[in-house]
């Protein structure tokens, strides 16, 4: 007679993925071109807390219904990646504005506070003489991404874990 704990693990090993799953998978991420902009290959794997925004809405979707050992090749538009590049989101600047160093130069990462004091990222995309064009943008803004996913382990996230809307432990936040 087989005790009740070989169909536990095999009921916890066919986990689909669902809101409230904590999910960790592979990844290699591609632009249209081909090129490798990301990957976890060589490293640890991404691990998320799905239906709670934790990675792109595009690649979540895809993800959902899914389970541990399922390969796939994900095509994200930019409206479900990082949005569409918004020429609004560049502005220029007088030098003299920036901090002095580090000195700008093309494909520097500054930070910013924005008009509603949320906290900006933008990018040096040109300098002319004094003034420099900074970019607000996500780098991989108006992009179609290409993610290639194996799906290492799905489980159910915890009560701390739903609370706090992210994956606590080894590959998720340690507080």
Do not use: C
């Not at 060589?42 to 993800?63: F, K, R």
């Amino acid at each position: 007679m087989r005790d009740g704990a070989g169909i536990e693990e095999t009921r916890l090993t066919m986990t689909t993925i669902a809101n409230g799953s904590v999910v960790s998978f592979d990844y290699t991420l591609r632009d249209g071109a081909g090129a490798v902009i990301d990957s976890s290959q060589g490293g640890s794997p991404m691990v998320y807390l799905h239906g709670h925004g934790n990675i792109v809405a595009g690649l979540e979707e895809a993800l959902q219904g899914k389970t541990a050992g399922s390969n796939l090749k994900v095509t994200v538009k930019p409206e479900d990646g990082y949005g569409e590049w918004r020429e609004e989101l560049v502005m220029k600047v007088a030098r003299a504005r920036l901090p002095k160093t580090p000195e700008p130069r093309v494909g520097l990462e500054l930070q910013g506070v924005g008009p509603g004091g949320e906290p900006l990222h933008l990018r040096v995309i040109a300098i002319e003489g004094d003034m420099i064009s900074l970019d607000a943008n996500h780098p991989l803004a108006g992009q179609e991404l290409h993610f290639d996913v194996s799906i290492q382990d799905v489980r159910a996230a915890s009560e701390e874990e739903l609370a706090h809307g992210h994956v606590h432990g080894h590959g998720g936040a340690h507080h």
